[in-house]
């Protein structure tokens, strides 16, 4: 069965300080995809970032970064530097191959305190 | 960019009361997705399109039906509602069902309450 744990309910920082985010995920497939979302207070989903099974290459993308590891089914996400923009809930998905539904896990209220 | 585009933005119904929420996907996409998420919790996939058929389908109430029309918009029609009904209801389009290949692009949601 498809599953996302994202146990971190909430996490409290301050500005500049560095932040993961983590997300660990079951599945029976070989194939599936994994995705990071975020919401902001004003509630609407932003894409951050979906890798393949096949793909463990970790990435950078600016302040963010992603450590993708398929030997502990996990897939991290970390924030460098943190900012009060950051603060959100972010949300960790699952999808398996040839389906449409994307599996979310129950999130992480970040906030980042001046 | 054109995004995804949810009508209306907010609604409020009375209990046993029906409701259409109306998605219009980014051009060219054909596959519409909805999901529901209640206060607090994460969004679940209810339902999906793909050119007009149905492509997957999740924890969708039998009060609710969707379909999908000719240029690819997508209604949401919700009978006898509920007060554990108010949630945000959020469409997502993308190019191709499936999430192989293709993103899931997002609305701003419609937040429904049930009075």
């Known amino acids: 069965a498809q599953k996302v744990t994202q146990a971190q309910t909430e996490i409290s920082v301050v500005e500049k300080e560095d932040v993961t985010l983590d997300c660990v995920y079951e599945?029976?497939?070989?194939?599936?995809?994994l995705f990071w979302y975020k919401q902001p207070p004003s509630g609407e989903l932003v894409f951050l970032i979906r890798?393949?099974?096949?793909?463990?290459q970790n990435e950078i993308s600016g302040r963010y970064s992603w450590n993708f590891q398929k030997s502990t089914s996990s897939f991290n996400f970390t924030i460098t530097a943190s900012q009060v923009v950051d603060s959100a809930v972010y949300f960790c998905?699952?999808?398996?191959?040839?389906?449409?539904?994307?599996?979310f896990g129950t999130g992480t209220r970040l906030q980042v305190f001046p | 960019a054109a995004g995804v585009i949810q009508s209306p933005r907010h609604l409020i119904k009375e209990k046993r009361e029906t409701a259409t929420l109306k998605c219009y996907p980014i051009?060219?996409?054909?596959?519409v997705y909805w999901y529901q998420q209640g206060p607090g919790q994460d969004p679940q996939f209810l339902i999906s399109?793909?050119?007009?058929?149905?492509?997957d389908k999740g924890s969708i109430p039998d009060r609710f039906s969707a379909q999908q029309f000719s240029d690819y918009h997508s209604e949401l029609n919700m009978s006898s509602l509920e007060l554990g009904d108010s949630a945000l209801y959020f469409c997502?389009?993308?190019?191709?069902?499936?999430?192989?290949?293709?993103?899931?692009?997002f609305g701003p949601g419609t937040r429904l309450t049930v009075l």
């Open positions: 997502a389009s993308s190019l191709g069902p499936g999430t192989s290949n293709n993103e899931q692009f």
């Open positions: 890798r393949n099974s096949f793909d463990e």
């Open positions: 599945t029976r497939d070989t194939t599936y995809y």
């Open positions: 051009p060219r996409h054909d596959t």
């Open positions: 998905a699952l999808s398996e191959a040839n389906t449409d539904k994307l599996i």
């Open positions: 399109f793909y050119e007009k058929m149905q492509s």
